[in-house]
């Protein structure tokens, strides 16, 4: 009955692919498969480390970038947004200047994934910087800053659904 099961993170993706899935789910290797190909583990599990670990990433790719007053870990934001992660920008007036402060929320089950997978979502929030919509020049600068943004994003999509299996 595997054929069946709703598989909601890949939505969009052929149907071929997707039988291809369905079948690692049927025999029971979809979680080893991706665990093989993505072992590595990271030590990024507080906030400060986080924001650290964001801003190399930041300041080797994205130098005129504007600065970030907070990142952090958000155990909500999965949940709540059905979100990965964010960027905002909060404006405030100082005195006759208007200030944005900018900031990106990772959602704290990346505090558990494999390194590759919190470098993808880093990634991805930190081309909105730049690149407000998912346009051609937003994947741009995510393969720049990642080439291989794509794939990381589609086992991503693999891992959370091994997840939600598990």
Known sequence: MTSDLPLPYLRGYPPALLVQ?????????LADTLA????????????????????????????????LA????????????NAL???????????????AKREIRVAALFKQAP????RMIVVHEL????EREHGKAFYAL????EPDYHQLE??????????ELA
């Open 115 to 118: 390194a590759d997978f919190l």
């Open 154 to 163: 589609f086992d991503l999509r693999l891992w959370l659904t091994a997840q």
């Open 21 to 29: 899935v369905r079948e690692l789910i049927a025999a029971g290797r």
């Open 142 to 145: 995510c393969l720049h800053m």
């Open 36 to 67: 093989r190909r993505h072992s590595e583990a990271h030590e990024v599990r507080t906030d400060r480390a986080l924001y650290d670990y964001v801003n190399e990433l930041k300041s080797s790719h994205m130098r005129s970038a504007p600065p």
């Open 70 to 81: 907070k990142v952090a870990y958000d155990a909500k934001l999965h949940i709540v947004r």
């Open 127 to 130: 081309a909105h910087l730049k």
């Open 85 to 99: 992660g964010t960027h905002s920008a909060v404006s405030r007036v100082q005195g006759s200047r208007l200030k």
